[in-house]
């Protein structure tokens, strides 16, 4: 496989902060309800700090002169609004990455612990595994739950895959880590188009030996979904990296 340099997602996800958040405002560019988890409130974020070839997102994911600021207490009204109205029970965000606008999301959790609601954070867990002090302010949040989404089974596919720098993968390993140490409530989900048996079977080693045994009974399986920006971006990363999933599906019709 092609080898990738990648840049730094640490960096890039602190310089993003600067950008979409102000204070404790953050950017959003949509609020809707959803189907995930049994049905959940979505707010989508602006900005991520990594460059997934699979990813749904549009341009929100990497221009951050998009969206609009929307405040802690907007948020939660907007998203409770929306939760209510459909009788949901979970609040997540999604688009991005909801770790970058740290003030912003710490005070978003703030409402959610006053509420009757969970909020589902997903995240690629790079912030958290590089700033382990973030992973201490999630511990006093009961009414959430962490979803670590890992990439790829090891730094090589890692790189191919985000277009992050291969030792970047580790950050991954290192949220576990972090939420492990601080009793944060979370679990794994591995996205396992890419990559043979031997690199996945190297990377639940990886994790049983953070993490132990019974971290594999909450594994999640996520994979490649044919959405149709994703086979645009697909068709052109595929033909530069040489690479084909293994595993795909296309979208659930609603």
């Known amino acids: 496989m092609m080898r ?12 993003l902060e600067e950008l979409v958040q102000r204070g404790s405002d953050r950017k959003y560019y949509r609020f809707r309800g959803t189907r995930f988890y049994g049905g959940s409130s979505t707010g989508d974020v602006v900005g991520c700090n990594l460059r997934c070839i699979f990813c749904w997102s549009g341009r929100a994911r990497d221009d951050p002169r998009l969206g609009f600021f929307v405040s802690p207490e907007q948020a939660y009204d907007r998203l409770s609004n929306i ?9 997540r965000l999604s688009g991005g990455e909801p770790t970058i606008g740290w003030r912003h999301l710490l005070s978003l959790l703030d409402f959610i612990e006053n509420s009757d609601f969970i909020f589902i954070l997903e995240t690629n867990g790079i912030l958290i595994g590089a700033l382990r002090e973030r992973a201490r302010s999630l511990a006093k949040y009961s009414r959430m739950h962490v979803r670590v989404s890992i990439k790829a089974c090891n730094e090589e596919w890692f790189a191919k895959l985000t277009l992050a720098e291969p030792k970047a993968f580790t950050y991954q390993l290192m949220a576990v880590n972090n939420l ?25 080693e990886r994790l049983i030996n953070i993490a132990g045994q019974e971290i594999v009974d909450l594994l999640e399986p996520e994979y490649l979904v044919l959405y149709p920006n994703v086979k645009k971006r697909l068709q052109l990363y595929e033909k530069i990296l040489g690479i084909k999933p293994r595993v795909v599906f296309e979208p659930k019709r609603r």
């Open 180 to 204: 492990l140490d601080y009793g944060v409530n979370f679990h794994v989900a591995l996205f396992m188009s890419y990559g043979d048996d031997a690199c996945w079977r190297s990377l639940l």
């Open 83 to 91: 939760a209510r109205r459909h009788k949901y029970r979970y609040i």
């Open 4 to 15: 990738i340099k990648g840049f730094d997602p640490v960096k890039l996800g602190l310089r």
